[in-house]
């Protein structure tokens, strides 16, 4: 009995077609040829309204997303499929969900199953268990394939001939080793991304540097030759990827990314290149290869980059050098929970540690000014490299020309290449008869084209010399010299920014671990090559910051209070060379705002007489003799008075006047009568 019935021959016929990849489409036309003749069968079988689905051309079945198959599975539950037509069930669907979804489907409403070996309804129990069979073979059989094409690639890895793909600055030599690009404006592109990364410590940097200067690098593209090598502005990425890949290193790795599969809306996703770490990485062979750099060398930058990521959640990355006037930014670790603390710019800055406010929702571990640890670190930093200055500055001589010469330098190289295809083009228009228009006019716009390039290259070329700064005349470079000999004048130099200092630091040491005890900052320098140094310092009282007057000149404002108004006050600050906290001159204002500030009474008219005091001048009209006299008598201790500074008015007891001038009246009668009596 026939399994084809009239009800499945007033529906339509549907011939599902699929191949699982890009290359089955364009090499395996053979199999295509075979799904799409499906549709004659259908006729022949009996089928009128035979629709084509081939949406999944070039997809897996093995469970991603495949609009195709959704479309069939709606068509069947539509009750208007009489039948579904593929060679062979692996054409279906190649994991069971799917399978056994197809097969409910069909049972439900009717739907028979037609592929080369026969014909098959899944409401028959003897064809739903052949059905279920197949399903389970073509998904073994999938898995078995993948499992020996991975173990076969894994295996070839292992022993570094593996090679899916040659990264910027290589080229494939036979089929299992790489060498050196032999371009040498690639490899030179490819040695100052290295270079300027050992100067700026930041990925980041080299980006905007490369950017700047105009500077293109290599990367990989497709043509219709192959792979080829173009030029290009670098993105960050791809700054990012040269610096951490190890093959620049020499070295062959394998396994460095993976997948992940996911579940969403029912169905399965892949979500490829997920990066792994280095201890997950299947293989790692080093010394396979001539690198641009040592493996030292790329450990040391991952090192750096690894230390900047401050975005990614590491609790122990120091962060790059960034802007900001507070210079142990990043280096900084608390000594009481070991967390790293951060930078807060106010009035002044602070370092502080809000490691356990953030997660526990408790008080700050410590918190301190940033100006006295700066100039204490800074201050050990170069005591310990002070031996070091002549190189610095001998390095900084040869820095001077370096940065422009490696720019200098990648323009010429392209050039150079600019110029062989302009003569390459040339070339080419005189190999073709002038008369065959169609090609000599094509070949004419590519010569322009490449004199073009060579003219704008040259034009750069020039603007860039135009920039070149002098090179440096000798009194500067023995500037440089006693600059170097003198690293202390070197870093407080105007010059001298915060970021540059802060390098200095990083190259020099690790990290610092600071503690609060007794109102004193412990820290612990902690320096790169392994040794330790401890430092001290007494925590500012409450109120206490750089713009704080001198305790002389509060001193002595309390003791001028209680003798003069302010204004007077102000003008004798200012003669006796009192600045104030941020080094202005005073004024009457200035000098009210600092009373109320530290709660000095306001001087009142008076106020000598209740204390019993006078003035030089009073004290010299009641003795009876000029001020220059008077002074002279105090200055010989024959009259008591005290004076706070020089300019400031002499403080005298009215009552040693007084005592002076009785002495004084005695000494006059004394006298007179020893006269009367000689006379």
């Not at 204490?376 to 900084?396: C, H, M, N, S, Y």
């Not at 228009?437 to 094509?442: F, I, K």
Request: proline letters at 2%; glycine letters at 8%.
């Amino acid at each position: 009995m026939s399994k084809i019935t009239a009800e499945h021959l007033a529906r339509s016929a549907i011939v599902y077609i699929r191949q699982s990849t890009a290359d089955q489409l364009l090499h395996n036309r053979e199999s295509q040829r075979r799904q799409y003749g499906l549709t004659d069968r259908a006729r022949q079988l009996g089928w009128v309204s035979v629709e084509v689905i081939d949406d999944d051309l070039g997809r897996s079945g093995g469970g991603i997303s495949r609009p195709g198959f959704e479309r069939l599975l709606a068509a069947i539950c539509e009750g208007r499929v009489g039948a579904v037509l593929a060679i062979e069930a692996s054409r279906l669907a190649r994991n069971g969900r799917d399978w056994h979804t197809l097969i409910e489907f069909c049972g439900l409403v009717g739907t028979i199953i037609v592929d080369e070996d026969g014909i098959y309804d899944p409401r028959h129990s003897n064809d739903r268990l052949l059905l279920g069979m197949k399903g389970t073979m073509s998904e073994l059989e999938l898995s078995l394939f993948r499992q020996r094409s991975q173990e076969a690639l894994k295996q070839k890895a292992r022993r570094g001939a593996l090679f899916l793909g040659v990264a910027a600055g290589y080229v494939k030599t036979g089929r299992d080793r790489i060498e050196k690009d032999p371009d040498r404006r690639v490899q030179d592109a490819l040695r100052l991304v290295f270079a300027k990364f050992a100067e700026f410590q930041s990925a980041r940097q080299v980006h905007v540097w490369l950017r700047d200067e105009g500077i293109e690098v290599p990367a990989k593209s497709h043509d219709e030759q192959g792979r080829c090598i173009v030029w290009k502005l670098p993105l960050y990425n791809t700054v990012h990827n040269i610096l951490t890949n190890p093959v620049y290193a020499g070295a062959y790795a394998f396994g460095r990314t993976t997948s992940k599969i996911l579940v969403e809306d029912g169905r399965k996703r892949v979500r490829r290149g997920l990066r792994r770490s280095r201890t997950e990485w299947d293989v790692l062979l080093k010394d396979q290869h001539e690198g641009y750099i040592t493996w030292e060398e790329f450990e040391r930058n991952q090192r750096v980059i690894a230390d900047n990521a401050t975005g990614k959640g590491s609790a122990i990355a120091r962060g790059a050098a960034r802007r900001g006037e507070l210079i142990l930014a990043g280096l900084l670790r608390c000594g009481h929970c070991g967390r790293k603390m951060y930078v807060g710019y106010g009035k002044s800055g602070r370092y502080y540690c809000q490691g356990a406010v953030v997660n526990h929702g408790t008080e700050r571990c410590i918190s301190f000014g940033g100006l006295r640890a700066d100039q204490a670190v800074g201050t050990e930093v170069l005591r310990v490299l002070k031996p070091l200055g002549i190189d610095a500055a001998v390095k900084a001589l040869e820095a001077q020309t370096s940065e422009m010469s490696a720019a200098r330098r990648q323009l010429e190289l392209a050039l150079a290449q600019a110029r062989y295809e302009a003569t390459h083009a040339r070339r080419q228009y005189d190999s073709v008869d002038p008369a065959n228009r169609l090609v000599a006019g094509e070949l004419e716009c590519r010569w322009n084209e490449a004199l073009h390039a060579v003219h704008r290259i040259e034009r750069e070329i020039a603007a860039l010399d135009a920039r070149r700064p002098p090179p440096l005349g000798e009194k500067e470079r023995q500037h440089l010299m006693q600059l170097g000999a003198d690293l202390e004048r070197a870093w407080s130099h105007p010059a001298a920014s915060a970021t540059t200092r802060k390098r200095i630091l990083r190259a020099a040491l690790h990290e610092i671990i600071a503690h609060i005890e007794n109102g004193f900052i412990e820290m612990v320098l902690h320096w790169q090559g392994g040794d330790h140094t401890a430092l001290k310092l007494k925590m500012n009282t409450a109120g206490k910051h750089r713009w704080t007057v001198a305790e002389d000149t509060l001193t002595l404002v309390r003791e001028l209070a209680r003798q003069m108004p302010d204004k007077q006050i102000a003008r004798l600050l200012n003669r006796a060379g009192k600045p104030t906290g941020r080094g202005n001159g005073w004024t009457e204002v200035r000098v009210r705002s600092f009373r109320h500030h530290h709660e000095i009474a306001v001087f009142r008219l008076g106020e000598w007489a209740d204390r019993g005091e006078i003035t030089l001048a009073s004290a010299a009209k009641i003795i009876g003799v000029t001020p220059m006299t008077a002074l002279r008598m105090i200055q010989r201790g024959d009259l008591k008075g005290r004076q706070l500074c020089r300019g400031a008015p002499w403080v005298i007891k009215a009552e040693d006047v007084a005592v002076f001038s009785n002495a004084k009246c005695r000494q006059r009668v004394a006298n007179s009568k020893s006269r009367a009596a000689i006379f």
